[in-house]
């Protein structure tokens, strides 16, 4: 079951790479035969649909073996513990709840979340996991900034009195399709790591639908916003600044 698990997981991420695709690039599926190229939106829900589907079956092949280490830890007097679902793990359990300050914060440190977005992306590309942070003092807020891979950036802010994050902000330069597919894993993973409380597909579509809606509009660089669970994200994108995706708190 953990093979049948593992391939599915990696089927889903290829589904979701040709939605992607399909949605910037159509004229890649273009038909040898007939000349015709498909709608862009039919190959984005297609590839989306198709990702889900095998997610759902990744997480019922888990569910199986889960379940069967369950019944074998019962049989033994429970001397052996039950390994948790994929995603579920420590790393990615919302954080202990922190004395109140006056503003609205992510919820985590910043090293938290660093440790938290590694535990997502591992999986995925480990090639974008992220160093320690360098955390810049300020008068009112520290700030930080950090090259994630080339052409693509992060910086935030961090509240001085207690270390939460209060925003982030991720920049991606350049429109080239294999960039923006990068850019959405990267996203879904921060994402993934800051709103535990959402389910991993809420946040992957919030996330797909947001970037795809601002690339869109990359000639008038108009914003969308949604709010998901306790956070806010937002996209816009521009032939200046290319793709700009921030998270902050409602």
Do not use: W
């Amino acid at each position: 079951m953990a093979f049948v698990a593992i391939f599915f997981k990696f089927c889903s991420l290829a589904f979701l790479i040709v939605g992607v695709v399909g949605l910037l690039v159509p004229s890649l599926f273009k038909s040898k035969k007939t000349g015709d190229v498909p709608e862009r939106g039919a190959l984005f829900l297609g590839g989306v649909a198709a990702a889900f589907i095998a997610i759902i079956v990744a997480g019922a092949a888990m569910t199986v073996k889960d379940g069967g280490r369950r019944e074998q830890a019962s049989a033994q007097d429970k001397l052996a513990e039950v390994a948790p679902p994929p995603f579920q793990t420590t790393a990615l359990e919302p954080a202990a709840p922190k004395k109140k300050v006056s503003k609205k914060t992510l919820g985590v440190s910043l090293e938290e979340f660093r440790k938290r977005f590694n535990t997502a992306i591992v999986d995925v590309d480990k090639n974008y996991r992220l160093a320690e942070l360098d955390i810049k003092k300020g008068t009112v807020n520290d700030t930080f900034a950090h090259v994630i891979h080339p052409g693509f950036s992060v910086v935030g802010s961090v509240n001085k009195s207690d270390g939460s994050v209060l925003d982030l902000m991720f920049l991606v330069s350049g429109a080239d399709t294999k960039r923006t597919i990068q850019s959405v894993i990267v996203l879904m993973a921060a994402t993934t790591a800051l709103n535990s409380g959402v389910s991993r597909q809420e946040n992957s579509m919030a996330v797909i639908d947001l970037t795809a809606s601002a690339i869109d509009n990359v000639d008038n660089g108009e914003s969308f916003k949604r709010k998901i669970g306790a956070l806010e994200y937002s996209a816009s994108a521009s032939e200046l600044a290319g793709l700009i995706f921030a998270i902050s708190p409602k």
